[in-house]
């Protein structure tokens, strides 16, 4: 599938604290568009940008008419530099943001989603900026990475997860779930997928999960 020809998508170099930033860049047409970033999984375990479920994640979000933007974190691709252990990604994902918001000033709405590690990063980022409206979490892995930091948690959201996932037990997504559902003011559904943790060959199993959410979210703003 050429996403170029169905959404007109860029490739574009932003600037980050470490040098260059590749990237791919969906402008929506729609004025006022919601924007959103996308994070993609560990990069010293081979993630990209162009991982299957970020393709999927990034396309969903375009047919929802949201300005989207996902890029590779540094020493990935054509990014600059090498891994930095998360501070470093954390870092590139606030510039990346950055990059996003100049080019859509009149944007509706904030989010942000990763998959994987790029959860990880994502629910940091979340916490350090309170312009973000939504974000959506796939695959976190709350026995490798500490989320304790999601407390409070400053918006609502949607945790996906495999039930299958032979990296994460059932157990720590129930407690990563209890911690967040006992917060007021946020509503942050779980839904699981018959899926490992890479949602293997059931990426389409997403697209009327995530479309769900961000219908209905979209519609309270």
């Known amino acids: 599938m050429n996403e170029n020809k169905i959404f007109k998508t860029q490739e574009i170099f932003i600037p980050g604290p470490a040098g260059r930033l590749e990237g791919i860049y969906y402008k ?3 004025k006022g568009a919601p924007i959103v970033l996308i994070l993609h999984p560990h990069p010293q375990f081979g993630g990209t940008m162009n991982n299957k479920i970020i393709l999927t994640v990034f396309k969903v979000f375009a047919m929802n008419n949201f300005s989207v933007l996902r890029f590779n974190f540094r020493g990935v691709g054509l990014s600059d530099s090498i891994f930095d252990n998360g501070q470093g990604e954390l870092s590139d994902a606030a510039a990346a943001l950055d990059w996003i918001e100049k080019e859509n000033i009149d944007n509706s709405q904030c ?15 979340l916490m350090r900026r309170p312009e973000i409206s939504r974000f959506i979490l796939l695959s976190p892995q709350p026995n490798v990475y500490d989320f304790s930091f999601l407390s409070p948690c400053p918006a609502s959201g949607l945790v996906v997860y495999g039930e ?3 990296l994460v037990s059932k157990e720590h997504i129930d407690l990563f779930d209890k911690r967040i559902k006992n917060q007021k003011g946020i509503k942050v559904p779980f839904k699981g997928v018959n899926a490992n943790h890479f949602f293997s060959n059931k990426e389409n199993e997403l697209i009327p999960i995530l479309n769900s959410y961000i219908n209905k979210e979209i519609a309270i703003f």
């Open 28 to 30: 929506s047409k729609k």
């Open 111 to 125: 989010w942000i989603s990763g998959f994987s590690f790029g959860s990880l990063i994502s629910a940091q980022l």
């Open 164 to 166: 299958k996932d032979e």
